[in-house]
């Protein structure tokens, strides 16, 4: 018997107690991941979250189009380079005017990791009182599925195509959830879209905390249309990003790691890749190296987590 028909509620539907703020109807692609995402958030977080963001495959539909809109939220576009300057603004604006609500900075990876980090790590190194999440497709889905700066070794993409004399990405990608971690804010997190209870613990726990500054989540969302898998499968692809350690989970108060989920056996990364089409192409030495970027990050995650529990300094020379 499920847990429903027992008259008690899943730890996911208990966290979801807000409408969902969206048209049923909404201009994402068949099985994306950041649809899934968009109307998790407010659901969790309520609907009286103050949202803004860039041009990205999200802009069609928090913008709307023409005189209509897809939902109900505030909302208030801007350019991807000054993304987190306007969420400050918006924030200070709120402030002065003496208002408390929930700012949220919303945008893809191109945005987080590239166009706009310059002044997301400004805000962040100001402790600007806003929540900025950064839903990961691992690439620009929205202009031509080009390659970004969290783009995995080896990924085709349309600028990192498998040609004559081109294998995909020939860089590693950036850990951008490490980095913010690494800038001491409040909150600083990993979640994905197969461990919901997780993602909801988070978005609560970073409403609370940006009371303290400058909160960052970190949620992978593939694209089945720039990655090239079955859009039934989006959810089994974050499961096994998860199980083979490509994307761990995790969160930092103040800099400090703490591991949310812990992988006893992790699958090979080949588990991940199998499913999706812009690793195809890859050899036995190429799959080698991308496993090897997902056991350095692991290594390095755990042993700062560890580092927080056992660190000891060493006493100052004479």
Request: some cysteine; aromatic content about 8%; charged content about 20%.
């Amino acid at each position: 018997m499920s847990e429903k028909k027992k008259g008690k509620l899943s730890p996911v539907i208990d966290y979801k107690k807000h409408e969902d703020p969206f048209s049923k109807g909404v201009a994402f692609c068949p099985g994306c991941g950041l649809e899934l995402l968009i109307r998790f958030i407010p659901q969790v977080m309520g609907n009286d979250i103050v949202m803004t963001g860039t041009p990205s495959c999200s802009a069609p539909v928090l913008l709307g189009q023409n005189n209509q809109s897809w939902h109900s939220l505030s909302y208030f576009g801007t350019l991807m380079t000054g993304a987190a300057a306007n969420a400050t603004g918006l924030v200070r604006y709120y402030n002065r005017a003496g208002i408390d609500n929930t700012v949220v900075c919303f945008n893809g990876d191109g945005t987080a990791a590239d166009i706009g980090f310059g002044n997301m790590s400004g805000a962040a190194e100001r402790n600007e009182p806003f929540i900025y999440i950064c839903y990961d497709n691992e690439g620009y889905m929205n202009t031509g599925i080009q390659k970004s700066g969290t783009t995995p070794y080896g990924a085709s993409t349309t600028t990192t195509p498998v040609a004559k004399g081109s294998r995909g990405k020939n860089l590693r990608r950036m850990n951008l959830a490490l980095k913010m971690a690494m800038s001491k804010i409040p909150y600083a997190a990993t979640a994905t879209l197969s461990d919901l209870g997780d993602l909801a613990k988070k978005l609560l726990k970073a409403k609370e905390m940006k009371k303290n500054g400058f909160c960052f989540l970190h949620v992978f969302a593939p694209c089945p249309t720039g990655w090239g898998y079955d859009p039934a499968m989006t959810v089994e692809v974050c499961r096994r990003a998860v199980k083979t350690n490509y994307f761990p989970l995790w969160e930092a108060e103040n800099g400090k790691i703490r591991m949310t989920k812990t992988v006893n056996k992790p699958k090979p990364v080949e588990h991940y890749m199998e499913p999706i089409k812009k690793f195809k192409h890859l050899d036995d030495n190429d799959r080698a190296i991308l496993q090897e970027d997902v056991d350095y990050e692991l290594c390095m995650l755990g042993g700062l987590s560890i580092l927080e529990k056992e660190c000891v300094l060493p006493e100052a020379a004479d």
